[in-house]
């Protein structure tokens, strides 16, 4: 059974860091996209960063995220990380992540083209 597990949630003060965790099970994601996604109450859930792999690395993050978000991989450890600096309340949501592309070509920047989920993990970020 595929697994997803997110970790590193919490409440912090804006300006703050965080790290989210996420650890894979069931198969090997080495070759995969993975994808972050976040949703508040009340919105949709949106795109905030993914990382692929076919020889070379590439990333990609929401306009919203950029030079504040860093997303890594650990192929070893079948783990995807989002590291998070000068947190804003306005980064307050449950943040998610995917793994799985359907098809050869899918848009990693869109929810339903994921087949895994993890859980989900809290960040609220306090004024």
């Known amino acids: 059974q595929v697994q997803l597990v997110e970790f590193g949630g919490g409440l912090v003060q804006a300006g703050g860091s965080l790290r989210l965790s996420c650890a894979g099970s069931?198969?090997?994601?080495?070759?995969?996209?993975w994808g972050w996604f976040r949703q508040a109450p009340g919105k949709e859930r949106e795109f905030v960063a993914f990382?692929?792999?076919?020889?070379?690395?590439?990333?990609a993050y929401a306009d919203s995220v950029k030079g504040r978000f860093a997303i890594s991989r650990d192929n070893a450890k079948n783990t995807v990380y989002l590291q998070i600096h000068s947190l804003k309340p306005e980064d307050t949501a449950v943040y998610y992540c995917a793994a799985g592309l359907g098809t050869m070509g899918a848009d990693p920047k869109v929810p339903p083209n994921y087949a895994y989920w993890g859980q989900g993990t809290q960040v609220t970020v306090s004024p």
């Open positions: 069931g198969r090997t994601f080495s070759t995969h996209t």
């Open positions: 990382i692929s792999w076919s020889g070379l690395t590439t990333t």
